[in-house]
Structures are given as structure tokens and as C-alpha cells.
């Protein structure tokens, strides 16, 4: 004996709809966006007797991976230099579309007393050429998705080396970690 099978519309018409809402859901996973420091420029030196601090502009690229908008509020992004606090840079609130790159502009400022107490090992890095730097910073924000705000937190840890002189990026490695949290209505 020989079954046939009947085919049914309504039943491959529920399995394609169950494929694409898979698809679906799989690419909405939250990603974490990237962080890559562009370039590093002095824009100014402040007399603190008997030191001097440095002003900077940081540029730093950030990519939004994810099918949603985000905004995001005010943070610091905390500088150090052989595990002290060097000095702080100021992330400005604002949004970013989905799935874009932009470019946002850092003004940072580094403490010349913190400087001094490394005095010893900045001269060997400035005859090195070779100075490392880390930062990290945790940036607050909400991502609309349909109606819903979803809140996150993304923590981000950099590791940069920098010609001291010439102020290049020579290498880095920039980790993010994001954590949404349920909807708020």
C-alpha cells in the first residue's frame, strides 16, 4: 500500500512564515558597536603652576551594527597611563542612526601633575616613541524598537599605543560589551 501525501498551501505558507520570522529575530540580536580612534590632535596647553595640561581632540569612528536607532546620554571617558588616572574625555549626548558610522569628536584633557609623577617612564616612551594608553568609558542609552525603548549600557575598553610625538595611533584594541535591559514604557 501506498500513501500519498496531500500538499497543503496554509501549511508551507505557516513554515515560509515561520523561516522569515526566524530570520527575523536572529538579525535583531542587539550587536555591539565598534570603537576605533582615528586620530589624536593638541588643541591647547593650560599653565597649571608649575605643570602644563594638554588639551586634545580625539576622533574616534563608531559604528552602529544594529536594524535600530540609539540615543545616547552625556558620558566620561576616563584616560589612564600605567594604571593612573591620566586624564578625561567628554562623550556628548546624542543618537546615531542603524546600521551607520559617524565620527565623533572628543575634547580630553590631561593632567600634567599625573604626567610628572610618571616623569621617568614618559622620557623612555618619547625615546621609545611608543607610549600606551587605555580608556574606558560606559555610555548610557535607549534604542526604540516598534514602540518600546529598550535601555543599554555599553562598556568599552581601549588599548592604544600612540607615538608621543607625533601623536599617531600606532595600534589598538577596543573591546565593547553591550547589555540591554527589558522595555520601558
Given at each position: 500500500m501506498e500513501?500519498?501525501?496531500k500538499w497543503s498551501w496554509s501549511s508551507a505558507l505557516?513554515?515560509?512564515a515561520s523561516a522569515v520570522a526566524a530570520s527575523a529575530i536572529l538579525s535583531a540580536k542587539p550587536k555591539d558597536p565598534t570603537f576605533h580612534l582615528i586620530s589624536i590632535s593638541f588643541t591647547s596647553f593650560k599653565l597649571n603652576f608649575p605643570l602644563l595640561d594638554a588639551d586634545l581632540l580625539l576622533t574616534?569612528?563608531?559604528t552602529n551594527p544594529n536594524i535600530v536607532p540609539i540615543n545616547y546620554s552625556?558620558?566620561?571617558?576616563?584616560?589612564?597611563?600605567?594604571?593612573?588616572?591620566?586624564?578625561?574625555a567628554q562623550v556628548q549626548a546624542g543618537s546615531q542612526p542603524p546600521r551607520s558610522c559617524q565620527l565623533l569628536h572628543l575634547?580630553?584633557?590631561?593632567?600634567?601633575?599625573?604626567?610628572?609623577q610618571h616623569a621617568v617612564t614618559f622620557v623612555s616612551d618619547l625615546a621609545k616613541r611608543e607610549m600606551m594608553i587605555e580608556a574606558t568609558?560606559?555610555?548610557?542609552?535607549?534604542?526604540?524598537?516598534?514602540?518600546?525603548?529598550?535601555?543599554?549600557?555599553?562598556?568599552?575598553d581601549s588599548h592604544i599605543t600612540v607615538d608621543p610625538v607625533f601623536l599617531d595611533v600606532i595600534e589598538q584594541e577596543n573591546t565593547s560589551e553591550l547589555e540591554v535591559f527589558a522595555a520601558s514604557e
Amino acid at each position: 500500500m501506498e500513501k500519498t501525501v496531500k500538499w497543503s498551501w496554509s501549511s508551507a505558507l505557516i513554515g515560509a512564515a515561520s523561516a522569515v520570522a526566524a530570520s527575523a529575530i536572529l538579525s535583531a540580536k542587539p550587536k555591539d558597536p565598534t570603537f576605533h580612534l582615528i586620530s589624536i590632535s593638541f588643541t591647547s596647553f593650560k599653565l597649571n603652576f608649575p605643570l602644563l595640561d594638554a588639551d586634545l581632540l580625539l576622533t574616534v569612528h563608531v559604528t552602529n551594527p544594529n536594524i535600530v536607532p540609539i540615543n545616547y546620554s552625556a558620558a566620561t571617558m576616563s584616560i589612564f597611563y600605567h594604571g593612573s588616572l591620566l586624564g578625561s574625555a567628554q562623550v556628548q549626548a546624542g543618537s546615531q542612526p542603524p546600521r551607520s558610522c559617524q565620527l565623533l569628536h572628543l575634547p580630553a584633557r590631561l593632567g600634567g601633575l599625573q604626567m610628572a609623577q610618571h616623569a621617568v617612564t614618559f622620557v623612555s616612551d618619547l625615546a621609545k616613541r611608543e607610549m600606551m594608553i587605555e580608556a574606558t568609558v560606559d555610555i548610557c542609552g535607549t534604542a526604540k524598537v516598534l514602540w518600546w525603548d529598550h535601555s543599554f549600557v555599553i562598556h568599552v575598553d581601549s588599548h592604544i599605543t600612540v607615538d608621543p610625538v607625533f601623536l599617531d595611533v600606532i595600534e589598538q584594541e577596543n573591546t565593547s560589551e553591550l547589555e540591554v535591559f527589558a522595555a520601558s514604557e
